[in-house]
């Protein structure tokens, strides 16, 4: 589904999503979007699936649900062999040339496209080739008309009708696949929570564009029912999921500068701050907004202090301001939690696409040597476990702890099965709450029992190097134990921190192909294993835990592999995890599958690469994606 | 017991150069912490990096000596996590006003109870005496190779238009009056910020003792009222702006502005989630006694139930 | 030479270092110090040759010159059999236990070690122990005394007078190393350009001193003439030398925030800015101190791209706030020279003390990718030529250069010959003045011509990725293509930038151990080489830029190698050199010795590690220094 | 050739939302150019990040798209470097007040010859909605949960306290007098700062052009004089000071305040180092024809005397 930003497409990817959950389907949904707040190209990719949930996404796609001629231009050659596309029949005359969004490269390739097909560049003239060429079905609604209806029916402006547009688009949908009324009942009235006029209105026109799509080309796609068999499921992007984490990891405090794509999370977490259950209070939830990120990462430092869980959620920009304050924190022993959701970058880059690029950043950042954690999530689910994970840690050994995301994760909306809470404990690590010759950086082991601010103890903190109270010392003894104190805690994390929370292999034992990769790359991987031919078995590496990186059990696993068959899969372009590995282990991995434009990789266009690293090529790079 | 001044000394050796005016500011929150006999272990002095970024050490009472420019942005982390904690700041003049200034505005914005005292010297102590952002320009200080070519900032003028309530300057060699403006600055509610004329003996030889003994003079001795009356706000506050304006010829001392009416910002989180004003944040409970968390799975249902979907059966 | 801070023992070691390069010694000279301005304990360590220039300092020493007790109860085993003391006479009764700047940890390794000796914590106690069981010849002079004759002489009070104390440790140097009084002279006249009163007064306190030394002990220490044979001499720190260097370089703007030890170089800049020589001017250089380090390198990068040779100089917690600017820099091309002091870390660290623990940091820091120089230096004038280096690559390349040095280099002040100004060139890479349809990312080749803002052109810039023009631009094929050519210049660079600029090897070519190295460990390992027994060939091999990395030629060179004779010698905890190394080439590195106190690396005991490490030693921590 | 506003356009699509604020201060930049027929390849336009920051690209001239609240440190380095230049910033309120109010404050203090355009839409426009720093405590703009729980600045009274020699406020729908502001800003010799009343229709259902149609009124209507005469440069301060504390129930617009009397820094630099006005930075010469650097070998030696040492003969 596409159409301009702030259309209301956001809204209809999770009218629909909730309706596909409440039948129990599974799903995963993409959100492509500009840097803009009103007016560029924005489309919601979904996979929905009856019998699994779909861990990635993949092209073609079998629908396109145009809302505007520009989305028809961008995406057409995303359409199925015979696929179906929904588009407003009012913009048929339409030419790619007056769309003035349309940006300079994509109207040149429609240019070069055009006139080699031979097309006039009209919708008129496109939808009638994919019909001749591509078979594709076409599904030309009027828009215009159906908005009238709307306003005429509930007697409403002409204007205001139109913010219901892109329920034509979840109409059509629910036309094409059968989706019930009763869901779609259920998700609006889940999505505007009592508001019933909203829920009317809406309503109304998916039946009756539901209903006209129905009449005249039948239900397409008919979704055969779930097999899946969860009995409830969640909903929730990625954004959304890491919020309930950390209020179930115990969260206190929450800092933050906004920041695309990491500010939704403080946005649902401000929505807890009273954490109130059927007017019963769990506590409550400080969400504040500062002056910038210094600010932000500082303030979670003084509330870690304090004695309260605390972390800051932000993306590159905002974390290369944080670097300075990083150091103090691993300096000081002070545990703090980075919510770090990746993006386009260098610099501003690409503030609404997604990149796995920062994480050589994230190992290294800020001046000296000091233990961190950096851990990456690759579906919604860790996610959830590795957030409260990040926030044990970080009192545990008293570190900063990086939870490196991205922005593919943030923003896709996924279903998952509830998290399982029997598995997850809350870990505080030593603490002292009273002490009369209290020493809060004692060296006689590398972590020291911690006190809060305001305990019956007196402490003192700097990043300055320190003696055991916390003050100043120069000495070059006391210097070297403190510093080997520290550093110490790298070994300890490295042999207390179980293997299955730093690194996955998936697929069978006995694998000729082995891809290796991080975060969001999880999904399009784990898919590829099922869908390779026969006859090349394929692995997965799933790396976590980047720091402490567990080095020793990565470097047995590349020996039982061909070198030539060890691929890496990555967002970005230098194939930072690999980096890692020969850095840890020497084992160069020579092949790799690297995507950088700002959209994720698809399932498709991963087997096709997977078959050229297997022809011996050493390095593709992937592209697809508008 | 009864803790005197002397009960706030720590063991560590004092390493300003002999004759600099943080002694003064020392001894005046020694004794005015022994004034309002502040209990060590609920006191939180933070401090910025600079010669003045040392002061926590040498008190005995939680000390946080952070990065510089920072330690404004680490006291509201600790001061909003625990209201109940006493929070003072201490800073230098580049420290707070020249690499962190906006986080030096940002507190008078959200009026949080922290109390900041500026160590006011003109210059950049501890890197050898560069120009701060107190030196006016044109002024050649010993250290400078040409003379300095910015305008100086007015640190009340400033604290005034950034919204603190409670805005003073002190004279580091005056100790007792200084001590009473400290006192004030702690018994206030709200943002505070004292702005402390410190001679640098080995880097600012315009600004030394002799230059203030002749300029400074005492607000009170005028009968100078800095107490905000009720819906006066305004007035006051130009008023006090008015004054900061006098000259380098005459120096004010004494306190500026006081506004109580204003609300904190941890009343503000107060009043919005009550359980933060009912239970302190570090206090508060987040895992029963088996370490499992305090939202378990049917609380977790009922949180979130906006994200839960029940999959409608057969 | 020892004694508290701010005392003047600064002018004493440079009084000194004149001198002796009029005699036409080489010297290094290491100053040590407390982040403190004035009471806290500092010295000079200094090395005097007079047949070459030495690269390294080392112990133990001949002659400890103590200006107070502290200075004798922290360096009394820094001396040399036989070796000689100079201290106070007045401070015989002196207590360690009462001096209160002594650090807890010193005072606690006294107290143990006085009472295994059964020394009573007195300096005369001290002192007798010395000589009986060291042999060290006690020089106790009467500082007051003399200060008092001054005073009486000059008709000064005598806290005035005091002020000239640290020329007793001059006076006494003179005296034990038969230093001319016309080598004083010449010295004096040009530390106090013109101040004769200052030359006077201090003149007689040497004279005095030295005539009384030679007197009742002899000239212990008789220099031999020079056989160095140089007409003329640098005598220069580290920061001193690259400000000349970026002066030669055609430097124009220098924007900084006081840190040490990277504030000095902008302070002996701000001297120059008028760039006049005999009345004429030779251009302006302008020298700006910023609100802080984001505002330092943002208006570099911003004067750049109004094209003018810019940088910025800093220290650790000053670049991790650069960080983000830095990334800026990247994307939109522009060049831009940090010259990167490290010192000792994480956070404020040691800030007074030397560290090589940001290396990883700077190849790394800012989110995403683009590419970058890391050029490093090991002696001053290497940082000479390679300051002038960092302007060029960053105009040619069009990228951000980042000059890593360390506090070492930057307070040594050494002697060296004159830098050999015909081997220097300015390059500015491609410019274009004037162009109606100006494309300033055109995409034709990597590196695009680059025009000034305010010539004939118009151009946009952008931290967003962007298009030919520099408009935001989100399409992926330009993205792809884009982030393609800012890449390929390091692939550029790498084939374009000579290997001699890049690494060097010192040693005979069949050696037998490798020591591995950058920055200030190159003066200790190339006398490390010459100093061991001679059955053990040793060479070292000195890495200069980290990126691009010569993986190549490094990679080939190991491969000569026994692995088990391969060291890194480094300033840090984790080898990080050696990471980079296994991160380009897969050959890890498996031994090290590392120091990580603050105080630099000593020949002699680079020496004993590298016997412990030919013994099978795998990790050898140097402590050694006060 | 004489230019017309049109000549100043780009073909870059706009993409603010429609009916922005941003439209209103875009046409008057493009008049103010006209007006001033500036020459594009000698006039630069800085922004940081934001929907305000897309302006340079919808403007021919030289735009240099910065980041997120630091456009005014990289305007210093242009300008400083080429003094010849004129250099406008755009910024946000989030950008500008907000994380960038450290390089806003500074920016008074040196008189650079800059002039900032603050985009007041009191929302964190790009990033959907947040509160900036001139949203009014209390306030509950559409796209906010829960009402504004920090106090807001007065954009006006700081930059008057900072050292703006030229502080004024336009209104974004008023854009032939917004076009006046910009013009005498761009005339005026030193940094100038323009608070532009900016209406969000997206996210700020609050401050809406309704809003500001019953409030705005202009200075000069009142018979303002915003001119400081020489030697009363305190006085005119305060008078601005205190018209700029006037309540939001009537908001002034024009020019609040300038002063011609101020050196710029620019200035000073050349007073210090008279060749930095004379020839550009970027116009001086570094090197001959060769390549090699015009600090030859015998340059060097006299230019670092100090430096190098004769060694004795013999
Ligand atoms: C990010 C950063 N930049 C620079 C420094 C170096 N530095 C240490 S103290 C100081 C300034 C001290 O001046 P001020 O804040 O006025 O304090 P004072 O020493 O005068 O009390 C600076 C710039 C630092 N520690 N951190
Ligand atoms: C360092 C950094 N932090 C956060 C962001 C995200 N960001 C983009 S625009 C913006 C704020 C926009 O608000 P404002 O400055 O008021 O400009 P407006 O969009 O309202 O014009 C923020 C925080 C960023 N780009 N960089
Ligand atoms: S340098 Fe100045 S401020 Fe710092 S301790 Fe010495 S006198 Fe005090
Ligand atoms: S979000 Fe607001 S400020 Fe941004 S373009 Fe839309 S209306 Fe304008
Ligand atoms: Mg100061
Ligand atoms: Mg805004």
Known sequence: MGGPQGSGLESSAQILSKALAYLGYGLISDREYFSNIKGRHSYTHMRISSNNIPLALTYPVQVLCAMDAETVFTHFQDLDEKGSIVY????????????????????????????????????????????????????????????????????????QATRYLSSIAVGSIVGLTGIGS?????????????????????????????????????????????????????????????????????LRFQSYYPITPAADESFTLEGFERLEVEGESLGSLIVTQTEDEIAAIASAIGASLAGVRSSTSTSGPGFSLMVEALGYAGQVEAPVVITYYQRGAPSTGQPTRGAQSDLLFTLYASHGEF????????????????????????????VPVIHLLDKFLANCIATSPLPDLSKVKV????????????????????????????????????????????????DPVNRKEMYEKRMKKLEIMDSEIPLEYRVSYYGPEEAKLLMIGWGFTKGAALEAI????????????????FSPFPAEYVKSLLENFDPKNIVAVEHNYLAQASKIIAQHTGVKVEKSILKYTGRPIYVDELLKALERVLGGERRVVLEYGA | MVRSPNDYRTDVWVDWCPGCGNYGI????????????????????????????????????????????RAIAFATGIKVANPNLTVIVHGGDGDLLGIGLGHFIALGRKNVDI??????????????????????????????????????LNPIALALVSGYTFVARGYSMLSEHLKNLIVAAIKHKGS???????????????????????????????????????????NTLLKAIQKSLESDERIPIGIFYRNQYNQTLEEAYGQRTPSYSKTLLPWQKICKEDGSPIVDEKLFQKLFKEYIVKVKKG
């Open chain 1, 427 to 474: 870990e505080r690590g030593k603490l002292v709450f009273e002490m009369p010759e209290y020493k809060r950086f004692n060296l006689s082991h590398p972590i020291s029992s911690r006190a809060f601010l305001g305990s019956n103890t007196i402490q003192w903190v700097a990043g300055d190097e320190h003696d055991e109270l916390g003050h100043i010392d120069e």
């Open chain 1, 371 to 398: 233990p961190r954690i950096v851990l990456s999530s690759g579906d919604h689910l860790e996610a959830f476990y590795d957030t409260i994970l990040a926030l044990n840690l970080a009192e545990k050994y008293q």
């Open chain 2, 26 to 69: 020392l001894a005046a929150l020694y004794k005015a912490f022994a004034e309002l006999q502040l209990d060590p272990t609920n006191t939180v002095i933070v401090s910025g990096i600079g010669c003045s970024g040392k002061t926590p050490h040498f008190v005995k009472a939680n000390g946080v000596h952070t990065l510089h420019g």
């Open chain 1, 530 to 545: 099922g869908r390779m031919r026969e006859n090349i078995k394929c692995a997965y590496l799933h790396l976590k835990m």
């Open chain 1, 88 to 159: 407003d029949i009012s913009t048929l005359q339409t030419k790619y040339t007056v769309i003035p969004s349309i940006e300079p490269r994509l109207r040149e390739r429609l240019r070069v496209l055009f006139s080699e097909l031979g097309l006039d560049g009209t919708i008129s003239s496109l939808t009638r080739y994919l019909k001749a060429v591509k078979k594709v079905r076409l599904i030309g609604l009027d828009y215009q008309n159906i908005i009238s209806e709307v306003s005429k029916k509930f007697e409403i402006l002409p204007s």
């Open chain 2, 115 to 152: 109390k900041v005292m500026l160590h006011d010297n003109r210059v950049y102590g501890l890197t050898k005496g560069q120009a701060s952002p107190t030196l006016s320009k044109g002024l050649k200080t010993k250290s400078l190779p040409q003379a300095n070519i910015i305008n100086s």
């Open chain 2, 192 to 234: 505070a910020f004292i702005d402390i004329l410190q001679p640098c003996i080995t880097y600012n030889n315009i600004h030394t003792p002799e230059y203030y003994r002749k300029r400074v003079y005492m607000l009170e001795d005028e009968g100078w009222d800095p107490n905000v009356r009720e819906g006066e706000a305004q």
């Open chain 1, 182 to 250: 009763d869901a779609i009942k259920y998700s609006l009235e889940s999505r505007f929570q009592g508001n019933q006029t909203l829920v009317e209105h809406n309503n109304h026109i998916i039946e009756l564009v539901s209903k006209n799509v129905r009449e005249d080309y039948g239900t397409l796609y008919e979704l055969s029912p779930s097999s899946i068999g969860l009995e409830k499921m969640l909903v929730a992007s990625g954004n959304d999921i890491i919020a309930m984490a950390k209020i179930v990891g115990g």
